[in-house]
């Protein structure tokens, strides 16, 4: 029955956009590991984590992502064992000798960094506690057209009468009852960037601690109010960061709320065991990376070469593909993850840097 009436609601988008983008064969070129910038033994701490989730790998011959030079889940489980029942000393030897890098060539490169944040929270909702922070709606409905015949596409909306529509913006949310709240926390600007950053550890009053993560959003584009308060004039273009940023809604209570809104896209949480990125993945400070589902797929490892803007000193780090985010779009755009300290969101708020972006293809 579901699938009749919300036929009508999605053809319009179909008509749009009903294909994703796939990644151009020439932007990919094989280069040696001595061509690799920085490429030494440092690797093994990424490949002890790379380990740990050998079975999230299926047994099955199917291609791990739609660019099919990525080989196949059964690839990579295997692979993923080989490396496990290898000693320490040699699994870089075996991982250069079944995997091919290739450099990605393109127009733009850029990484910024994330975090997680710590905030303060309650389950009950008191006039100190008084933010929600929401798990999903029970009206909330997400839809793949592969299901329908279609190339896929995601689809977030609602059932208005016979009708699926769009789902509502930050700022429709925002006003509705207080339903599906998760827990509720003390500062509107500390849920914000947890919503940026998709996952956080709040300490609540009553002394225990809970982590939430991403769940799922309301399928609006996700728009930078960095961005936003630098075309207002708020914030100058060399001076626009996490930090700049907290400073100036902490500073202008009364247009806090517009600026959010200016950015329509919301993120619903549920609670977690620990901090783990969108594809499940537990987080590895400066070993996790966000990336473009479209372009690369999850737990694979990636070179990025690049440079910690906050202290100018060189990032060359074999990272594993953990997450993604609503801002990571590209090839060549990844969300280095610092970890959960002063020091990691010093790191993440400053975090702006063209880079060179090296993935591994199975030698078959």
């Given at each position: 029955m579901l699938r009749k009436f919300l036929w009508s609601g999605i053809a319009a988008v179909v008509l749009i956009s009903c294909s994703e983008p796939k990644p151009p064969a020439d932007i990919y070129t094989p280069v040696s590991y001595t061509d690799i910038e920085g490429w030494s033994t440092q690797v093994v701490d990424t490949l002890a984590?790379?380990?740990?989730n050998c079975k999230r790998f299926k047994t099955t011959e199917t291609p791990l992502h739609n660019n099919e030079n990525y080989g196949t889940h059964s690839w990579w489980r295997q692979f993923c064992e080989e490396l496990k029942n290898t000693p320490v000393e040699q699994q870089q030897a075996v991982f250069e000798q079944r995997l091919q890098p290739m450099r990605i060539e393109a127009e733009s490169s850029f990484f910024t960094g994330y975090y997680t944040p710590q905030l303060e929270g309650s389950r009950t909702k008191s006039a100190l506690y008084n933010v929600p922070l929401r798990g999903k709606p029970k009206d909330h409905i997400t839809l793949n057209l592969k299901d329908f015949g279609l190339e896929p596409q995601t689809i977030i909306g609602k059932v208005?009468?016979?009708?699926?529509?769009?789902?509502?913006?930050?700022?429709g949310i925002e006003q509705e009852a207080e339903v599906e709240v998760l827990l509720w926390l003390k500062n509107d600007i500390d849920k914000f960037f947890l919503q940026i950053q998709g996952s956080g550890v709040v300490q609540l009053d009553d002394g225990t601690l809970t982590t939430v993560g991403y769940l799922t959003n309301n399928g609006h584009r996700y728009v930078p109010i960095g961005?936003?308060?630098?075309?207002?004039?708020?914030?100058?273009?060399d001076n626009i960061s996490m930090q700049s940023i907290r400073d100036w809604l902490q500073n202008n209570p009364q247009q806090r709320q517009l600026i959010f809104n200016s950015n329509p896209r919301y993120i619903f949480f549920r609670e977690l065991a620990a901090p783990q990125g969108a594809a499940g993945y537990a987080l590895t400070p400066n070993i996790s990376l966000a990336?473009?589902?479209?372009?690369?797929p999850y737990g694979l490892p990636v070179w990025v070469n690049s440079t910690r803007t906050q202290d100018s000193s060189t990032w060359q780090q074999l990272m594993l593909t953990h997450d993604t985010g609503s801002a990571i779009k590209g090839a060549v755009r990844g969300d280095i993850y610092f970890g959960h300290t002063q020091q990691a969101e010093l790191y993440a708020g400053h975090q702006q840097s063209p880079g060179q972006f090296i993935v591994f293809w199975p030698k078959l």
């Open positions: 984590v790379f380990t740990t208005h009468g016979q009708r699926l529509i769009p789902y509502d913006t930050r700022a961005r936003v308060l630098r075309d207002q004039g708020h914030l100058a273009p990336i473009d589902p479209k372009f690369h």
